[in-house]
């Protein structure tokens, strides 16, 4: 049984930073992908990045690019997400999400195994 485990999650002001970091149990094989996703209010759950976690390539969404940075540690089979120059849309849950494919994907339907979510807040 795969299980997820996010940290690092807070409240900070805009233009600070954040790490979060995914620990994943019980399955996750390298090759495999792991992904950030967030949600917001009433907003859909939008794909923030993912990395294969064999090879290394990642992928970001358009509105991250450039400010987040994914990164993984087999070793410790953990998974993060540097967030940098936050800002106050970057507010949301922020997930962390497995699948056992190796094509890195961008939809929510793709992945079978979700964390409970780490909270990030960003004051103007």
């Known amino acids: 049984q795969v299980q997820l485990v996010e940290s690092g999650g807070g409240l900070v002001q805009a233009g600070a930073s954040l790490r979060l970091s995914c620990a994943a149990s019980?399955?996750?094989?390298?090759?495999?992908?792991m992904a950030w996703f967030r949600q917001s209010g009433e907003k859909e759950r939008e794909f923030v990045s993912a990395?294969?976690?064999?090879?290394?390539?990642?992928d970001y969404a358009d509105s991250v690019k450039g400010r987040f940075t994914i990164s993984k540690d087999n070793t410790k089979n953990t998974v993060y997400l540097q967030m940098d120059s936050l800002k106050p849309e970057d507010t949301a849950v922020y997930y962390c999400?497995?699948?056992?494919?190796?094509?890195?994907?961008?939809?929510?339907?793709?992945?079978?195994?979700w964390g409970q979510g780490t909270q990030v807040t960003v004051s103007s």
């Open positions: 019980g399955g996750i094989l390298s090759g495999n992908v």
């Open positions: 999400a497995a699948r056992p494919g190796s094509a890195v994907l961008r939809r929510r339907s793709n992945y079978a195994y």
């Open positions: 990395i294969n976690l064999g090879g290394g390539s990642t």
